[in-house]
């Protein structure tokens, strides 16, 4: 058995179904699942995400199980899922603002303008929450999409990255 089989023998679990159809019939659902051991959170993740196909955020407890759920995640589906990460370097050390982490949030929103057929898988934890986000018309002002073939002058770039 490979794990397509038991992705859609959990799509087709009556359990799995009912919530499906409570997730979808509720305005704006919030789910909270306990007893759930070893990866059996992410195959049931996997399984709602394919029965509902649309955006869907999982919230972990701490940034550590957020990262073991996005790996299983990401082994259990083909497809890229989002990691929403804090902006600094420590947990509740708001001095050190890692430049990565800051990359990796821009892309995680500008990725959720863009629409898919199947929505979007984002990971996160408690304290990423709490940060302040840019606003959609912000981030489209300032964001300087290249293509490949593209010829840009150094001073465009500079002068681009100098007005933000």
């Known amino acids: 058995m490979n794990i397509r089989e038991i992705l859609t023998h959990y799509q087709s679990d009556p359990r799995v179904e009912s919530l ?9 659902p919030r789910i909270h699942l306990k ?5 059996s959170d992410a ?7 394919f029965l509902q196909q649309r955006n ?3 919230i972990l407890p701490d940034r550590e199980e957020a990262i073991y759920f996005l ?3 990401e082994s259990l589906l083909d497809q890229q899922v989002l990691f929403f990460p804090s902006s600094f370097r420590k947990p509740f050390e708001f001095t050190q603002v890692d430049s990565s982490h800051v990359l990796q949030r821009a ?5 959720l303008s863009h629409s898919t057929k199947l929505g979007k898988m984002i990971v996160t934890y408690p304290e990423v929450l709490a940060e302040k ?3 959609r018309q912000t981030l489209e002002k300032n964001t300087l999409e290249i293509t490949v073939g593209t010829q840009l002058s150094i001073d465009f770039i ?3 990255l100098l007005v933000i």
């Not at 499906?20 to 704006?28: N, R, V």
């Not at 007893?35 to 990866?39: E, K, Q, V």
């Not at 195959?43 to 995400?49: D, E, H, I, K, S």
Request: aromatic fraction near 10%; hydrophobic fraction near 55%.
């Open 20 to 28: 499906s159809k409570a997730i979808g019939s509720a305005k704006s």
């Open 35 to 39: 007893g759930l051991i070893g990866s």
């Open 43 to 49: 195959v049931f993740a996997a399984a709602l995400y």
């Open 56 to 58: 869907m955020l999982f």
């Open 71 to 73: 790996s299983d995640l």
């Open 107 to 111: 892309e995680v929103l500008n990725a």
């Open 133 to 135: 986000v840019v606003n």
């Open 158 to 160: 500079n002068e681009f």
